[in-house]
């Protein structure tokens, strides 16, 4: 019972969240610089995983707490990874990027690209726990402060299975 509301209180903080049956994910994606990389190679961090779009305003209005987040952890325990959504092309998605300033990978959408769940609305965010598990979704804009509490208070279940 304590568990439980443990994990109910961590879900509380993002608001319309929904926690994911604890399932491992690893994708291969491919940056906009051509670099290709797997979710897996950041294990042992967190990763931020937000699938947003351009012409999505609550998107815009939390990139510059994305690149805060990203900026303060990269070199030490979590990463930000942004999926865009659209099918635009990849000098124009280039130069959004570097307008807004976003320092974190960010992936177009290309045909075919594999996906681990269904994302409908921008922006979602996934966390995903160092041991590439993902443990949240979360439907709507985040800041700082929700990603960094949810972390701090995240305690992982020890067994999927119940006595």
């Given amino acids: 019972m304590v568990a439980n509301m443990r994990v109910f209180a961590l879900f509380v903080l993002f608001v319309f969240s ?5 399932m ?13 990389f797997k979710l897996s190679d950041y294990r042992g961090k967190w990763v931020v995983l937000n699938y947003w779009a351009t012409w999505c305003p ?9 690149v805060h987040f990203h900026e303060n952890h990269k070199d030490d325990d979590a990463v ?3 999926i865009d959504m659209e099918m635009l092309q990849l000098e124009v998605l280039k130069e959004f990027v570097d307008d807004y300033f976003m320092t974190y990978p960010v992936v ?4 075919g690209m594999p996906a681990f769940d ?13 041991n590439g598990v993902a443990v949240v979704k979360h439907v709507g804009p985040v800041t700082v402060d929700a990603i960094e509490k949810f972390i701090k208070d995240y305690v992982p279940e020890k067994s999927a299975s119940r006595d």
């Fill in 18 to 22: 929904a926690p994911l049956l604890a």
């Fill in 24 to 36: 491992q994910v690893d994708l291969e994606l491919t940056d906009l610089d051509g670099r290709t």
């Fill in 58 to 66: 609550p998107c815009l209005e939390e990139i510059p707490e994305l």
């Fill in 80 to 82: 930000v990874i942004g």
């Fill in 108 to 111: 177009p959408l290309v045909a």
């Fill in 118 to 130: 269904n994302v409908e609305n921008f922006p979602t965010t996934y966390l995903i726990d160092p």
